[in-house]
């Protein structure tokens, strides 16, 4: 067989055993997982909110049919809806639950072609009308006339703690649940309220007691993002008001060193909570402060926002389901296509032929152009192709591992058994261990319909 030179195998001299296959780059939107922009409080299709406007304490509570409109117009592609509900909503009475909602929310994520984050919300105007009766302690001062709960009260701690564990004995492990927010106090959930750091540990284990498997993320500036940190729990991280350059000083300071979240809270609270390299193994999700198209109105440095980004790692962005400017829309999807993982298969060296059953080295060449890792077990894998027939061999590598620049790794496989006499064709893919199904598509041209990349073929011999 190493002799013949007759079809697939004409380009090659008679003397070769190797072959390389050297994919091309693509410079594409890919509808990937787990990475990239957000809707809120909408799904892929919905339209916008008007304006500047947007509604954190309204999550959706009906779902309308999907219609097959996947499009956001003046929005890009998204794969991850991002929707907050108050507590007042999912547990209107002590012990009843509206799952309904969330189970909702999960299913039209996924017709929709999207995972779901989550954040339930202790408060925002209001906690819900059950917890004052059962006697829990508000703090005296109040802000603009809300009722605000002492974090630090045991029956906070109960309370709460119970509608966390609960949520966690429903949806943990749920398949199309990308992450919870570990919003424990404050309004929205994101300042911690006034919740020691003794408190907030305990809330924070709740958490971590509760959700074994969905990602948990932190928010950034709070004794548990800190305390979450120190214990190494794994937690990713958000924070609110990425972009915010503001300078607005009002006459207390002059008006250009006023201050501002991009400049005097991200740089030191990424320091002080101890979360600089944890992008590393878990996500940093940055929302908008205010809208993107405010930032445009004040003429913020779009450039320098971005590379910020860069910077943090982060992996999604959420702007809040509010309208791109056109005058930045190039640089916006280019910012959107480059945040989380974005992996180029740059070259396969591998045999031109083999018996079945024998040990066949593949080396690997991946460059992961994107500012962060990939944070889910998926396999790397080989596909062998012989007309209706396929075998896939599951590769040892930890894609998670693939850091922002190149990987090369060698890995010896069994060439299947199966296969029979004459050509194979091989295909290559990242893919959910359990099933096979192509879960990540790499950054390159050659792609099959059902997601895998073509690199070659290889003969079988006799």
């Known amino acids: 067989m190493s002799e013949q030179r007759t079809g697939w195998r004409a380009v090659f001299s008679p003397n070769e055993v190797i072959q390389r296959v050297r994919p091309t780059e693509s410079r594409k939107y890919i509808r990937n997982p787990h990475r990239g922009t957000t809707t809120f409080q909408r799904f892929n299709g919905d339209p916008l909110y008007p304006g500047l406007t947007w509604n954190d304490s309204e999550g959706p509570e009906k779902f309308k049919p999907f219609d097959g409109n996947l499009k956001n117009d003046r929005y890009p592609d998204t794969t991850i809806s991002y929707c907050r509900w108050l507590w007042s909503v999912i547990e209107p009475e002590k012990g009843k639950y509206r799952w309904d909602i969330i189970d909702g929310a ?23 009308a059950w917890y004052w009766k059962t006697g829990a302690k508000a703090l005296p001062a109040t802000r603009g006339g ?22 966690g004995a429903r949806y943990d492990g749920h398949p199309n649940l990308e992450s919870f927010d570990v919003a424990y106090g404050g309004p929205c959930g994101e300042g911690g309220g006034n919740a020691s750091p003794e408190t907030a540990a305990k809330l924070v284990d709740i958490y971590a007691q509760s959700f074994r498997k969905t990602q948990l993320i932190s928010m950034l500036g709070t004794h548990g993002c800190k305390y979450a940190a120190k214990k190494r729990l794994g937690f990713g991280w958000r924070a609110d008001c990425f972009g915010d350059l503001r300078a ?31 992008w590393r193994t878990a996500p940093v999700i940055l929302e908008t402060c205010w809208t993107v198209g405010h930032w445009y109105e004040k003429g913020w440095d779009i450039d320098w926002i971005i590379e910020q980004g860069y910077k943090y790692h982060m992996s999604v962005f959420m702007p809040k389901s509010s309208y791109f400017p056109e005058a930045w829309r190039e640089k916006l999807d280019a910012f959107d296509r480059r945040i989380g993982y974005r992996f180029v298969l740059r070259q396969v060296t591998m045999p031109l032929e083999a018996k079945p059953g024998q040990r066949i080295e593949f080396l690997v060449w991946i460059d992961n152009v994107g500012v962060a890792p990939i944070y889910r077990p998926y396999k790397l894998a080989l596909r062998f192709r012989q007309g209706d027939r396929h075998e896939i061999v599951l590769l040892k590598a930890d894609i998670r591992k693939w850091l ?42 050659e792609v099959l319909p059902d997601g895998w990349h073509p690199l070659s073929s290889m003969d079988v011999l006799g």
């Open 106 to 128: 999960l299913q039209a994520a996924e017709e929709r072609g999207q995972s779901l984050q989550v954040r339930i919300q202790p408060y925002i105007m209001s906690l819900p």
């Open 146 to 167: 809300v009722s605000e709960p002492d974090h630090n009260d045991p029956l906070y701690v109960e309370h709460w703690g119970e509608f966390i564990r609960a949520f």
């Open 248 to 278: 607005d000083g009002r006459g207390e300071v002059p008006d250009h060193l006023c201050w501002c979240h991009m400049k005097d809270a991200y740089p030191r609270e990424v320091v002080e909570c101890g979360v600089k390299d944890a």
């Open 404 to 445: 922002p620049d190149h990987t090369w790794f060698s890995e010896k496989v069994l060439f299947p058994k199966t296969l029979r006499p004459g050509e194979v064709k091989v295909d290559m893919g990242i893919v959910e261990p359990a099933t096979g199904k192509v879960r990540v598509r790499f950054a390159i041209e």
